[in-house]
RNA sequence: GCGGGGGUGCCCGAGCCAGGUCAAAGGGGCCGGGCUUAGGACCCGGUGGCGUAGGCCUGCGUGGGUUCAAAUCCCACCCCCCGCACCA
C-alpha cells in the first residue's frame, strides 16, 4: 500500500508538471467533452461522491486513449443557503457546528492552533467555501482525475456571476419567468423561509405543510362574528353536532377584513404570516372557556352548540374544530367522555342535559362497517380517553378506509351518493366559493429550526418562479429527453421523463444566501440549482476570461450572445466592452468546439432536480445541436449495509482514500464493484481482497516485464487459447466501456484476466505463462489505465515505454486474433476434468488408470450432416458406405439422438483429430488434476482393446473408463 | 397516496430486457488439502439432496398462467428500497 501510494504521487506530480489534461480547442480533431456536476463545497466530499467522479473520469481516460481530444473541467459550487447558514452557524458559537467543523479541517491540518485559526476564518462565507474548494481539489488531484484545472472556478465569482446574468435575462426574454405567492416553511425566529436541511430532524422525520379548510361558523348572538374551525376533512360538516374549544387556552377575536373571527393566539400569528395584505386586528381576547355554551350557525344552517374540549390544541391549525362523532375518533372519545361526564358542563354554566341531544350522525357508508365507523375502532381499540395517542392511529385508519370506499349519505342532492374523496374536494371549492371558509396552511407536526426557532407556515409574496409547465418548453424538452438524449442506465429514462413531466412552476430566487442578483429584481438572488443548468457553457470559455483579464462588468450580455449565438460584430462588441476582439473570437472558438456536452455523469439523485433543468435550460437557451447528448448515472454508496449518515458518523471522506487507502485501490473498487444501477456496498473485507488483487497484478507485471523469454515456444493449442481468451476479453472490456458498463469492462479487462492467468500458469507452468503475459502486457495496461491509471504508468516505464500512458493510444485489439477453435477445445479439456472428477466422486473405490476415449471422425461427420439438414435415411447410408459401420446402425442412431438432445453449433468448429491432440498435450495436466495416469486412446483403439464405455466417446465430450 | 426500482443459494451479488447450453458467473464465509517454523498472503478441491460412471430430484419472494421448455414472459398477491420540490 505504501508503495502504491507512493507511485500515485509520482505520477500525479508528473501529469502535472507536464500539464497531461489541458484540453485546447483543436478544430478538426475529434472533441469529447464530459462533465460531472460542480461538489458543493460546505464540507469534505465522501466515496459516495468519489463513486461519481470516478467512472466520470474512467470514460474521460478512455477517450482521451481513444483519440478524442477530450475535455474534462472542474469547478466549486458555493451560492445558495447551506454555506452561508453553517458560516452563521459557527459565528454565533453553535457548538455542535464548530466541532464538526473542526473535525473535518483536523482532516487536513494537525496543529490545533491552526485549526482553531481556519475556524476563525469561516465566520466569512466564501473563507469556509474557498478552503474547502481548496481541499477537494487536492483529494481529486489525489485520486488521479484526469481534470482541466484551468478553468476551474466557484460560483460566487463576479465573473460567474455575469454569465447567470445573462442566462436569466434570456430566460425572462423568453417568457419563462412568473411572478407569484408561494407557500413555505418559515422559521419565526430568524424571519425567513427555512426549508428541511435548516429543521429540527426534518431528514428523519419529515415536516409537510398540510392545507386545512378554515370553515367559519357564525355565532348566533353576534353580529358579523365568526367561531373558525379547521378541518382536513371538510366533507364530514355535513354531520357536524358541535363545537369544540380548549377552555383553558387563550383566544382572540380579531378584524377580519369586514368580519370579525375568533381563533386561538397561535393561529393568529399563523394568519398574519399567511394573509399578509388582510387587514386583521386584535379587538379582544378571552378564555376558552369563555367561549363554551356560546351558539354558532353551521354554512350548512345548522345550529350547534360550543363545547369543551382537552384535546383540542390551540397551536394546530385554528384552535378550534368542529366534531363530527360518526367519522372523528377524537370527537367520538370526547363526546362518550363528555356524556359520562355531564357535571362538568356545570362549571361552565350548562344544563347536563344538552349533551343528551348530541348523537352521531352517520353520513358516510362503508361497505362492512354498519355502526359509525369512529366508535366502532375507537371500540375495537379499546380508547376511553380522548388524551389516548393511539387516537392518531384510530384516526389514519378510518380516514384511509373512508377516502377510498366511503361514500356520502347525506340530504343534500348535490353531495349524496359522492365518494368520499371526490366530496372532499366539492365541498371545500364551495365554501371557498361562498365566502364560508378559507386556506389555512399548517403544518403536520411541531417544528422548530436548528436554533429552537418556532417554524410555522407562511405565504412568500412575489415569488420569482421559473416556470416548467409552460406547454411549449415542456414539450420540446420532453420530445428532446425521449427521443434525442441518451440515457445510461436506460432505465432511468423513464424516471427523467416522469420529472420532465412533474415540473411546474418552482421558485428561483430567494431573498437571502450566496448568489447572483436577480438582473430585474436585485433584491432577489438566484437560487443554487437554477443558477447551474447552464454552466458547462461557461467552462469552454472560463480560462480565455481569465488570460485576458476581462473584468465582470466586461461581460454584457452581447458578450454571450456573441459568444454563445453568434450575434452581434465582434469589431463593435469589443469597442463596447472592452474586450478585445481576439479574445471575443477565442471564446467563441472554444464554444464552439466544445458545444454540445457528450457526456454527462452524476448520482441518480440530480434526476429530478438538477438534470431535469439541465436539459429544460438548455432546450431553452440552445439550439438543438448544441443540447446535451447524453446522461450517464450512478447509485449511492453505502458502507457495511448500511446508509452513511453525519449523524453515525461512519462517512468515508475521500481524503481518508489518499491517506489510508490508495487511489488505484479505490477506483478499482468504487468502478467495479457494483453496476451502475446499483447501491455499491463498502466493505472492508472486500477492499482488501481486491487490494490483493492489484497487488497480485502489479507483481504479475513486475515478473513479466523482467522475464527474459526467448526459448519459449507457444506452439501448443493451449497457448492459442491462452492468446485467444486474453485477447476476447479485452475486444469484450473495450465493448463494455463503449456501453459505460464499467463493471462489466472491470470485471472482463481485470479480474477475468488474472483468472486466465492463473488458469494458464496452472496448465503450462510459471515461466511460460509469465512470458506468454510478457507478450500481452502492453495491451493489458493499456486497457486497464482507465481504472488504474498510476500503476499502469508505472508498469509502462518499466517497460521501457514512451511518454505517459495515459496520452497512448488504445490497443487495437482486431477479432482475428481471436481462436474460437482454441476456445472450444479447451473448454473441452475443463469439462473432462469436472466430468471426471464427479465420477470419480461418486465410484470412491479407484485403481488407478484412466483411459480417455476420443470420438472416431465418423461420429462428427454425422452431425455436420444434420447441421446440413441431411435426413436419417442419408445420414446411415453414408456412414454405411463410406465407413464401414454397416451392422452398426445402433451407434449411429445414438449419436443422432444425443445432438437432438443438444443441438450445438460449436461442434462443426473442430476435428476430431485436433481434439486427439489436444488431448495428448493436456495429457500430463489432466494427470496432476485428478492424480491417475492417463492414456489417451482412438475410440477404435479403445473398441479393439476391449475398454468399457468406449461408444460412449463423443464429439468434444470424449469418453473415459476408470479401471 | 403518487411515481420509480427491487426480492436469486449461509451472506453479498451477476443473470432476467433478446425463454433452453442455469444447480445458476464472481466474491465472502465455512470445511478439507498444498505451501510455511507458525500465522498471514497465495494456490487447489468441496460447500441443495440423492447416486459404485459423466445422471436424477428439488430449486431463483408467494400463488396462478403461457410454452415442448421459465430465475428469465404474463396476471395477482406479499415484502423491501428510493424520490415527491424550492433543498444542495
Known sequence: MEWLRRVEAKWQELWKKHGVFKAEAAPGKPKFYITVPYPYTNAPLHIGHGRTYTVGDIIARYKRLRGFNVLFPMAFHITGTPILAISERIARGDEKEVKRYKEYVSKYVQDPAEIEKIIETFKDPLSLAVFFAERVHKDFDALGYSIDWRRRFHTGEDIYNAFVTWQFLKLREKGLIKRGDHIVTYCLLHRQPEGEDDIADADTNPVEILEFTAIKFKLVDEENTYLVAATLRPETLFGATNIWVNPEARYVVVEWGKEKIVVSEEALTKLQHQYVDKDIRVVKSVYGKELVGKQVYSPLGSKLLVLPAAFVDPDNATGIVYS???????????LMELKRNPEKLREYGLDPSVVDEINPVKIIEVEGVEDHHAKVVVEEMGIVSQRDPRLIEATRRVYKEQYYKGVMKVDDPEFNGLPVSKAKELIREKLFRENSAFPFYELNRKAFCRSGGKIIVAKIRGQWFIDYSIPWWKNETREYVDKKLLIVPDKYKKEMLNAIDWLERRPCARRRGIGTKLPFDPDWIIESLSDSTIYMAFYTIVHIIRRYGIRAEQLKPMVFDYVFYGVGDPTEISSRTGIPVKALEDMRKEFTYWYPVDQRHTGIAHISNHLSFYVYHHVALFPPDKRPRMITLNELVIREGAKMSKSKGNVILLRDIAERYSADLFRLYAAGAANLDSVLDWREKEVSTVLDSLRRFVSLAKQAVEAKCSDQNPSLMVDKWFTSRVNRLLLEATNSLERVEVREYIQKAFYQVLSAIDYYRERVGEDKAICMVKNFLDKWVKVLNPVIPHVT?????????????????????????????????EDMVKDLIDDLKNVLNVVKPVKGHVYIIVASPW????????????????????????????GREKEILLVIQQYRRSPDARLALTTAEKEYQVLVEAREYIERRIGLSVDILWEEEAREKNIPKADKAYPLKPGFYIE
Do not use: C, Q
Open 859 to 886: 461420429k462428427r461427420e454425422v452431425i455436420r450432416m444434420l447441421i446440413e439438414g441431411k435426413s436419417y435415411k442419408e445420414v446411415i447410408k453414408t456412414m454405411r458406405e463410406k465407413h464401414g459401420l454397416a
Open 324 to 334: 363530527e362523532p360518526s367519522d372523528a375518533p377524537y370527537d367520538y372519545v370526547a
Open 793 to 825: 504508468e508505472e508498469i509502462w516505464e518499466w517497460m521501457g515505454g514512451k511518454g505517459f500512458l495515459s496520452t497512448n493510444s488504445w490497443p487495437r485489439i482486431v477479432p482475428e486474433s481471436i481462436n474460437e477453435e482454441a476456445e472450444v477445445l
